[in-house]
């Protein structure tokens, strides 16, 4: 998403090369790195990570977008919608909007320039469990503002689960013991703080709300900053071999911690099979639409730069690919890595018609934020989606809400675009009024800021081509405008 801020079509040559991503063991803002406290760990204590999931294995998968982009009040939320596990996407879709409520609320951060950022990553979808980690990043929490949160659906009771309903309430008193003894002693814990946070049940559940199961099948404890420990102590983990915790497991948590080890590669929650939703992928392109094939000299005609971010987001994208191919119009799409890992047949919808693919980061933090590592990782894991998806590359960027500064810059090989023109169209969700906007202000060779993610926007299109088109503009790709000037 962008925000306020003008670009030129100057390109920037950045010098430093990206620096390598490492999944296990290099933070990302939204994901926080495993250990980020002292976690204890021995050399021969088990691994703390957890299996990739691939997205586009769960049929019928959405993920919830939305996103604010007032300089004074930036965020970004983002969750999953998992066909059959409708209870489980509802208290996810409840805590999003308590913590966006409660930020805005509470005055956006209170002049903290951090923005409110809540995006996810699987933990198990196969068989018939599904887990979710949800990763908030709350500029008015305390400590970093960092909160992490696991959310659990069992297929064969259908019903949710919190983290707890992994260990067999039986055990609960043997496990909870155990936890507490792998923390008692460490630096920075405080004895008050962690009596209390296992003081009784509904403590003990508070507490224990992000826990989940390693690829060797460790039981993988965390806890944000402060609820266990002091405020400087940071989070703290706690890992527990799989033959130590299998006696204490539910039969819903050793079917989890089965699918954690070895995925069965297929989800069945028990639901009917979602209706097929309009992709991307059969969304009509014009003839002869591989990028090279544009001629149009834009020193010659008058041309614009059409550029969408956020998405890919199904429908929509297609939909909008539709009203592009009509007017032989191309486009930038500047996507947001972790729809583009759920939805790569819309990369290859949006490549096959000639249009250009942007990196917009992984889940959408202000990257002015993050260490020179972080933005690498938000920008690499992207960019690896970006070319699984359609073969090539990224060679553009767009900073979330336009922040970007030297040390961003440094961070990446990759050439920033910012923009001209912003209907505010994640303010105004007025598909007239955002069409009236870019065609009051739209003006030869400079960049439109629109996002596919919202349905009025992309119904702001057709009215932007036909005007547009009528007052002699062609619609070409961000680097084609750049390297025809």
């Known amino acids: 998403m962008g925000g306020m801020r003008k670009n030129t079509l100057v390109p920037v040559l950045l010098l ?4 390598s991503l490492t999944a296990a063991c290099s933070p990302v803002r939204g994901t926080p790195p ?14 703390d990570v957890v299996r990739t999931v691939d997205p586009t294995k769960i049929q019928g998968l959405d993920i919830v977008n939305d996103s604010g982009n007032d300089p004074s009040c930036p965020w970004t939320t983002s969750y999953p919608a998992v066909p059959g596990a409708e209870s489980m996407t509802a208290v996810m879709k409840g805590e999003v909007e308590r913590r966006l409520h409660a930020y805005v609320d509470n005055g956006c951060g209170a002049g903290n320039e951090l923005d409110l950022n809540i995006g996810f990553d699987f933990l198990v979808a196969s068989g018939d469990v599904v887990g979710v980690r949800l990763t908030t990043q709350d500029p008015g929490a305390a400590g970093d503002g960092t909160e992490t949160r696991t959310y659990w659906y069992d297929g064969e009771d259908a019903q949710r689960r919190e983290a707890l309903d992994l260990i067999a309430e039986a055990s609960r008193p043997d496990f909870v013991a155990t936890v507490r003894a792998q ?49 400087p102590g940071g989070r703290y983990q706690v890992i527990l071999p799989g033959a130590t915790v299998a006696p204490w497991l539910s039969g819903f948590g050793e079917r989890v911690q089965e699918q954690a080890v070895s995925p069965s590669g ?41 550029t969408f971010d956020d998405g890919p987001a199904v429908p929509e994208t297609a939909t909008l690919l539709e009203y592009l191919a009509e007017y032989e119009a191309r486009a930038t799409f500047f996507v947001v890595g972790q729809n583009a890992a759920a939805h790569p047949e819309a990369l290859r919808a949006e490549a096959a018609a000639g249009h250009e693919i942007g990196n917009h980061s ?48 440094s961070a ?6 910012l923009w ?11 598909s007239a009024r955002v069409a009236q906007t870019v065609i009051a202000q739209a003006g030869p060779n400079e960049v439109i800021l629109l996002h596919d993610i919202h349905p009025t926007s992309v119904a702001a299109v057709p009215e932007i081509l036909r005007t547009l088109s009528a007052q002699g503009y062609h619609f070409v790709t961000v680097s084609h405008l750049r390297a025809t000037l």
């Not at 001209?420 to 007025?430: L, S």
Request: aromatic share 4%; glycine share 8%; hydrophobic share 40%.
């Open 183 to 231: 923390l008692e002693g460490r630096a920075g814990i405080d004895p008050a703080t962690l009596g209390n946070a296992f003081s009784g049940p509904q403590a003990r559940r508070a507490v224990l709300d992000d826990m989940s199961f390693t690829r060797e099948g460790a039981l993988r404890i965390d806890f944000d900053r402060s609820t266990v420990g002091v405020p």
């Open 266 to 306: 297929r989800l069945d929650l028990g639901a009917p099979a979602p209706t097929a939703t309009p992709s991307a992928a059969a969304a009509p392109t014009p003839e002869a639409s591989a990028p090279g094939a544009d001629t149009t000299d834009c020193s010659k005609v008058r041309c614009i730069a059409l």
């Open 362 to 409: 992984w889940n959408h933090p202000d990257l002015t934020q993050l260490t020179a590592a972080e933005v690498a990782s938000q920008l690499q894991r992207t960019s690896a989606a970006i070319k699984a998806a359609t073969g090539e590359e990224p060679t553009l960027f767009r900073p979330p809400y336009g922040a970007i500064d030297d040390a961003v810059r």
């Open 420 to 430: 001209d023109v912003d209907p505010e169209d994640w303010r105004y969700r007025d």
């Open 34 to 47: 495993a250990g980020s406290a002292d976690t204890g760990a021995s050399p021969s204590a088990p691994s």
């Open 16 to 19: 430093l090369g990206a620096l």
């Open 412 to 417: 990446t090989d990759l050439s920033p675009v």
